[in-house]
């Protein structure tokens, strides 16, 4: 058993929370407050009704998510997104967020652990927005095979490809819906790129530009991060904690 | 007892909910859900946490306020905000929101039931904005003297004044907090302006404008269109209603 | 051989391209002139290096695109954007752009034949965007599992897709990205949405609000509408068209 | 008898005329030269007709106020604002205007001078905006009751209050239209503030986030600045000076 | 003699001060009022110092010009702009300011005389705007050559030329500074241009576009509008009237 | 001979290209390739058609120009556009283009070489923008006639000028369209502006704030730095270089 507050104020702490910047529709932090007590934890990527229900169903008492409950700014709690309040208001379920600090975080992000997950050593962080740097990159030593067989043994299917070139050599790494970044991403030195999802323009001109590009998943680059969170939680409070397994396809 | 769906399919119907334009905080409508059924109503000017408790003390099933709860965009529900929320939830309060509709409603809206309540024939309606328009006015055939006396007897203690001139010609009425519109309130041919609240420096424009002006209350002004309201329901629907009186003095 | 003034005004007017609204980005019409003689065509989906390519090598002297050479603003001739113009200069290969025009066109567009192809009768346009109407929707009268079967024949194998429901009613078509769009598919009283490709987010939100929602592919649902003008051109001006295949898997 | 241009000189050095940041109608800095002389000062907090009449009737030359006379952007100089400037043009009057450099300034700044008049030890500034801070706070040692008859007897009567809590612990001050920073203010660890005015929705909000507000009059609080002035200038350049009291009652 | 009010009202009507749009800076119709009589009109394209000081030493009691005081927003009222409002206020000359509403009026226009003068005979409007169209067009019958000599003799020296085609076909006018719609003009079917003013940049455009440009300068265009209101107020009013020429020499 | 990757990436380093700021439509840089290598360069201010076609009648594989091809944004490859471009292909012209870097670079910039032709010591620069400022100025110690004369003579004839003041103090430069600056090249302790072009309405501003101003051409005030890039690359790489002379007047 531990308070609400004391996990809330550790995590806000770890992951910089108030500092790394994000989207307008992100909002970081404790989403939704409880009685105040937590014995159970959920991870999962997304806030959905399914996901909050599934947490309930497994007695969690918090959930942390990567993607919060208020990405497309107020809603009118009716219909699903009141189901969603109503259960969880209900049961006592508190809901945590973390999305772009997650991402960057050197130990517990997404990026970090896809790059130690496929044994990429990381030596330099790319693409700057708002004094971040979102991406991070390293040498790949090995073969376009051997990269695409390792992301499908470690992170998920591939969803789509385009290979620009015989050889790979600075290979980047940005979980999450960044394929748009092409033009961004070659001019950082960069020859090929992993990522979550892009649109079908961002593959015409990868090609022009000369970039490699892989899609594994927006959903499945990024479920890395929440995990660590789970574990770490678990270490320093003493709790149970389940990851929520609830996959897209995208 | 009557059906939550038939009491907002009726009131977004007679105030024109999804046609009149608005504020982007505003999100006239149900803004939150309750289990379907509805026995007894509370109307109130403001969604405030006191409110919602006092709602829940009378045993009212639906809250039917003027100013809703998602003026200031996304908040995280923590602290009051959590508390208000979980109240509501959990006491199954629908809440129903209902701000320029309800203004400017014809025969319930603040505007009207104030012009009629001080003894003013209204035959003109000015200061358009997005395709409506926001006030209303007519001959005043009284004196400057008898204006303030009906108002303190009807509306509530003036705030303060500014009186320019000895006559009282043509008398604007616009509920809540227009007092910043007095130049385009004089551009309408408008010489006595009867609003809820304003800034400091529109009364030194008005004194320059030659507009007189009268503050009765941002609150005291906008009570009368939810007790309309309360009343139709409960003639409507044979439901119980109470008006929930909590002003701020402003 | 026909002229390409003559074969740029009739797209003109059969797509109205002056008059069909757009994102700032496409730029509908002629992109590129060439020496104003055409006696073969080429259609494809992108204006990429290699579809120019691919173009110059099928003989053709003008290409007609669904996703034109612009969209990024200005860019630098330089690198892979040098190599594509210098291409299509050399071999005077002129290119014309149709965007939101084509997707749009009651017999030619992407969305009208998209359903005709799946066998949808279409009733009804929906998604209202700068004064036309995005998609096209009508009655599914067969089951969810015939109309993925008939879509994997007639389009090309489904990407991902989400099932609210049992049944299929109302189907509504819009190809390319229109994935985002959920809410106000779902605001049009659609419950089933086909599309080409569509954001992680929008599949826990589509959940939510209870569409279903098909990735059917960006690339492969837009092939339709450039094949009907090569068709077109071929009949009316007496020349020879071929198709340019070049799919990204998205 | 003082030079203008000197006078000039020293208050924008004093104030920090060219640096302080402000709102884009402010104009802080000398908006109406004269002749070149100054024998008497007339101080004001605004440039209303009223006003300006009055400091031609005690035989000013110049005029510091602490609203101007453009807030509204460019005026045609017709009807109020013409007889306005006629005045001052005809009788000589130099105004001198000074807005936020005024309330910000340590020693004679609106701020400073009601914390020292209530008897608030200030210690800690708040609610940077624009590379400066608007507020100024410190420990309240005494109760909620004489806090309120210290400001009753020192500023000016009550216009309206809310109370959460029943000590007082960090009181913040911003003199003049602040009311609607609550949440900041809140946030700034704040929990009774002190400003001039504010709107109705603002107190709703501050019971939310239990802050207790006072509302000592948008005028009131904002007589002390323009008085400093005119005594710092009796004192520098042997000129008599006159502060004309207009109150608006708000 | 005649009364300000009704020179006001009389202009505010042909010139439909208040329906015709402008830029944001212009500020048509009474910009400073005078005591109320007027007894002789000055007209100037210009507001300057210089001007206002010409129009006291004629003895005006009322300055029309197109260019008002107002372009650049709000200024202080000190040095150059204080000296030209204290010879304004002392001598009580009105200024009464028109830009567009006097560029485009059918008869009064400086359109209209321009095209008069050079012998034009107009049949299109052209380059929409907010409503209006900003240019007039007609078929020029003779040769470039005769058309700049009459240019040169109606209006003023030529500034600069660019001349595209042995033929003159449909000549557009706009006065004043409009040289930098080169585009939009040579869109609208016309092939010579005449106009006041325009950017380098403009001569290199044209010249790729193939429009004809003639700039007889911004100043000498626009002083044909305020002579026929001069005339216009003489004969509707009995006052006399004064052209104050000021030229630039652009 | 020489490559052409090395002259870009000299002249990219030289005129710091890629931190100078500038305006959105200016692509400073290499706009266009060619296969590779330099035997001639030409230089010229603008890249008109015309411009081209003699450079390419005088034998240059590169021409490098202050105003790119870029500044409205895309255009269509069509009319004129397609021909420019069209001649630039086929004869293998590579295009660089350098505008703010050129105008204040702090030996071949516009600015420089024209203080240096006329003999003016520059001690200052002025005009922040974007981190860097616009202008430079010096002392003139010789008589307005004397800088007439000179301006006449170095740069070209004098479009139009407006005199204030007898004597000439500090005199400022910034070569092309800085016309509009006057408010804040006087706010900088500048009496004599030197410019290229500017509107109408700088010249009674300028009158009024008592700034003498001098219009040489926006043309010919441009033409200096092209041509010292033509001698450096002359001298650097062996090549040999021509100026290409196409004013407009302007």
Same mark, same amino acid.
């Given at each position: 058993?531990?308070?609400?507050?004391?996990?809330?104020?550790?995590?806000?702490?770890?992951?910089?929370?108030?500092?790394?910047?994000?989207?307008?529709?992100?909002?970081?932090? /404790?989403?939704?407050?409880?009685?105040?007590?937590?014995?159970? =934890?959920?991870?999962? =990527?997304?806030? %959905?009704?399914?996901?909050?229900?599934?947490?309930?169903?497994?007695?969690?008492? /918090?959930?942390? +998510?990567?993607?919060?409950? @208020?990405?497309? *700014?107020?809603?009118?709690?009716?219909?699903?997104?009141?189901?969603?309040?109503?259960?969880?208001?209900?049961?006592?379920?508190?809901?945590? %967020?973390? #999305?772009?600090?997650?991402?960057? #975080? !050197?130990?517990?992000?997404?990026?970090? +652990? +896809?790059?130690?997950?496929? *044994?990429?050593?990381?030596?330099?962080?790319?693409?700057?927005?708002?004094?971040?740097?979102? $991406?991070? %990159?390293?040498?790949?030593?090995?073969?376009?095979?051997?990269?695409?067989?390792?992301?499908?043994?470690?992170? *998920? !299917?591939?969803?789509?490809? +385009?290979?620009?070139?015989?050889?790979?050599?600075?290979?980047?790494?940005?979980?999450? $819906?960044? $394929? %748009?970044?092409?033009?961004?991403?070659?001019?950082?030195?960069?020859?090929?790129?992993?990522?979550?999802?892009?649109? #079908?323009?961002? &593959? !015409? /001109?990868?090609?022009?530009?000369?970039?490699?590009?892989?899609?594994?998943?927006?959903?499945?680059?990024?479920? &890395? $991060?929440?995990?660590?969170?789970?574990?770490?939680?678990?270490?320093? @409070?003493?709790?149970?904690?389940? @990851?929520?397994?609830? !996959?897209?396809?995208?």
């Amino acid at each position: 058993m531990a308070k609400l507050a004391e996990i809330v104020e550790f995590l806000d702490q770890e992951l910089r929370t108030n500092e790394v910047p994000d989207y307008p529709g992100a909002h970081n932090g /404790l989403q939704l407050e409880n009685g105040g007590e937590v014995d159970k =934890v959920a991870v999962a =990527v997304d806030a %959905s009704l399914t996901v909050i229900e599934d947490a309930i169903s497994v007695g969690a008492d /918090l959930l942390v +998510v990567h993607h919060g409950m @208020f990405w497309r *700014g107020v809603r009118m709690m009716t219909g699903g997104n009141y189901r969603r309040l109503k259960a969880a208001f209900d049961s006592g379920l508190a809901i945590y %967020s973390s #999305h772009i600090p997650l991402d960057v #975080h !050197p130990q517990w992000g997404n990026n970090a +652990v +896809v790059a130690k997950e496929i *044994g990429l050593e990381v030596d330099t962080k790319f693409l700057p927005w708002k004094g971040i740097e979102l $991406g991070i %990159s390293g040498q790949w030593t090995k073969t376009w095979e051997e990269l695409i067989a390792t992301v499908e043994a470690k992170v *998920g !299917p591939i969803i789509s490809s +385009v290979r620009c070139g015989e050889q790979v050599g600075r290979l980047g790494v940005i979980t999450g $819906g960044a $394929g %748009s970044e092409v033009e961004a991403v070659k001019a950082s030195g960069i020859d090929t790129f992993l990522t979550g999802e892009g649109p #079908h323009w961002s &593959f !015409p /001109l990868a090609e022009e530009l000369g970039l490699s590009v892989i899609h594994a998943g927006h959903y499945a680059t990024e479920t &890395f $991060g929440v995990r660590e969170i789970g574990q770490k939680l678990a270490e320093k @409070f003493g709790l149970k904690y389940d @990851f929520l397994d609830h !996959p897209t396809g995208l």
